[in-house]
T-cell receptor, first 108, second 115 residues
Framework: QKEVEQNSGPLSVPEGAIASLNCTYSDRVSQSFFWYRQYSGKSPELIMSIYSNGDKEDGRFTAQLNKASQYVSLLIRDSQPSDSATYLCAVTGNQFYFGTGTSLTVIP | KAGVTQTPRYLIKTRGQQVTLSCSPISGHRSVSWYQQTPGQGLQFLFEYFSETQRNKGNFPGRFSGRQFSNSRSEMNVSTLELGDSALYLC??????????????FGPGTRLTVT
């Protein structure tokens, strides 16, 4: 079983819609959770971090964490074509564990 | 504040050769982690260094090694290169290691092609 699981997609949403990205993890003692965005040919860029249960909002992005269900999600409101990228979920235990990423395409 | 820098950005090597990649973390960051990224495998953890000590190591053969210097700069070395080593090698730095809030910031990566 992988440490971090993500739906690889691709996920397509129309411009202006809400994109919902999901991630599950296996290690119950994980403490820190991150979302990275990676454009094609570029390195991952940190966009959100969350450490406690509940929601955390930053602009158009909302991260949601449910430790009991071992589930973390990222919502992107008012999706823009510039949001088209691969989104990586990361969870920390003794090291960073990354999911394989979800490819998001926002259609103009 | 300057970000994570990696050199070189692109590298072409021949099978059997060895290669050394360099990473300079964000000023003040003491933890450096290395990852290999390929289309099929995603981000694979290689190792982490903190205060010149290897803290953790991923499941890679001994041909992959690294070190960290007293100024937190890190190098990784791959010996006896194989075609399968062709990948994007990413370095990430964080302020601390194994603590809540240890956000990692990635460098631009080194694209290694083995022919």
């Amino acid at each position: 079983q992988k440490e971090v699981e993500q739906n690889s997609g691709p996920l397509s949403v129309p411009e202006g819609a809400i994109a919902s990205l999901n991630c599950t993890y296996s290690d119950r003692v994980s403490q820190s959770f991150f979302w990275y965005r990676q454009y094609s040919g570029k390195s991952p860029e940190l966009i959100m971090s969350i450490y406690s249960n509940g929601d955390k909002e930053d602009g158009r992005f909302t991260a949601q964490l449910n430790k009991a269900s071992q589930y973390v999600s990222l919502l992107i409101r008012d999706s823009q074509p510039s949001d088209s990228a691969t989104y990586l979920c990361a969870v920390t235990g003794n090291q960073f564990y990354f999911g394989t990423g979800t490819s998001l395409t926002v259609i103009p | 504040k300057a970000g994570v820098t990696q050199t070189p950005r692109y590298l072409i090597k021949t099978r059997g050769q060895q290669v050394t990649l360099s990473c300079s973390p964000i000023s003040g960051h003491r933890s450096v982690s290395w990852y290999q990224q390929t289309p099929g495998q995603g981000l694979q953890f290689l190792f982490e260094y903190f205060s010149e000590t290897q803290r953790n190591k991923g499941n890679f053969p001994g041909r992959f090694s690294g070190r960290q210097f007293s100024n937190s700069r890190s190098e990784m070395n791959v010996s006896t290169l194989e075609l399968g080593d062709s990948a994007l090698y990413l370095c990430a730095s964080s302020l601390v290691s194994r603590a809540v809030g240890n956000e990692q910031y990635f460098g631009p990566g080194t694209r290694l092609t083995v022919t």
